[in-house]
Structures are given as structure tokens and as C-alpha cells.
């Protein structure tokens, strides 16, 4: 890694992206810093891996996430502006930006009015996706990005389903 002196192996460009470093990663999914080249903007990058990619089950769930989160119009949640595949893996482009996570490990504390402004802009587009008809099902601070103006964003709909498709049961999981 250019930035942390890092060694870890990764292709440096996935389509039309180039990969600048590893921001985060999940049990499906890694996401890069990326500059697309066609539009000449810096994005978050989230490719899911290789095993994932080959699972034609994983690689739907992927796919159907990245169409819920294009279908999302709010503020306080992540638009994704495009979806594809390269060199076996699917890939969906996000904002750029960290994550709450990380500023959570950066920082250790933070003042009280941020945290509660923070925390009413997530609940704002939580609210938009159940408006929309979805349970997210994994709120949590690694699933909040931050555009650049530091608008947190709600990201990961990979495990949200919508309400009409829940058991009956009044149970629903979640992380």
C-alpha cells in the first residue's frame, strides 16, 4: 500500500478504476479508494471476491444490492453510480469518503452535538429505505461512509430485504 506500507496483493485496476488503497473489508466483499478514469473523480470501489464473484447465489445477492442502493434517492444514503464486472469480479462504485468506523479508531471520542447530528442524519435515511420498504439488517458504524462534505451515508443493503418478504413471524435477523 502506497499509503500505510502495507503488503497485500490486489489488481490495481478494475475496469475503469484505478485502485489507490484498501479502505475497508467484509466477510464477501473489499473496498478501495478508486479514481475513475473516465470521469476523472475519486469513489469508493467495493469488489466482491473472487469465491463470491464465482457463487452465482453471492453474486446475485451483489447484483441485487447494487440495485436496491440505485434505486435509493436521500441524502443520508450512498447512491451507487455504477455496477459491472472485470477479471471475474463484481464491482459496484460508491462514495468517497471513510467510514465512522474508522474515525471512530482514529479519533476515540468525539463531541456530543456531531455525534447526535450523525446519528439523526443515519436514522433520516434509515427511515427513507423503510419508507421504500426495506430492512437494512446490518447498521453498523463500518456501514456509515462520509461524502466528502461529511455527510454520513448509510452503505452495505447486501443483507436489507423488503418487509413484504418477511416470514410472518414477526422475527427478523440481523447483525
Known amino acids: 500500500c502506497p499509503t500505510c506500507g502495507a503488503i497485500f ?101 468525539m463531541p456530543e452535538a456531531q455525534v447526535l447530528e450523525m446519528a439523526i442524519q443515519a436514522v433520516q435515511g434509515l427511515r427513507a429505505a423503510n419508507e421504500a420498504g426495506l430492512i437494512h439488517r446490518d447498521i453498523k458504524p463500518g456501514n456509515i461512509l462520509f461524502s466528502e462534505d461529511g455527510t454520513p451515508k448509510i452503505v452495505d443493503f447486501g443483507l436489507a430485504i423488503f418487509a413484504r418478504d418477511s416470514d410472518g413471524s414477526g422475527e427478523i435477523w440481523a447483525t
Open 9 to 109: 496483493r490486489s489488481r490495481d485496476k478494475f475496469d475503469h478504476f484505478l485502485l489507490t488503497k484498501q479502505i475497508g473489508t467484509g466477510g464477501m466483499s473489499r473496498v478501495f479508494s478508486a479514481r475513475d478514469t473516465s470521469l476523472q473523480r475519486d469513489v469508493a470501489l467495493k469488489i466482491l471476491n473472487r469465491a463470491c464473484s464465482q457463487d452465482s447465489n453471492r453474486a446475485r445477492q451483489f447484483e441485487r444490492e447494487a440495485e436496491i442502493t440505485a434505486q435509493m434517492s436521500h441524502p443520508n444514503v450512498v447512491r451507487v453510480f455504477t455496477a459491472g464486472r472485470d477479471q471475474g469480479y463484481f464491482y459496484m462504485d460508491l462514495v468517497s469518503g471513510g467510514s465512522l468506523e474508522a474515525v471512530l479508531r482514529d479519533q476515540k471520542k
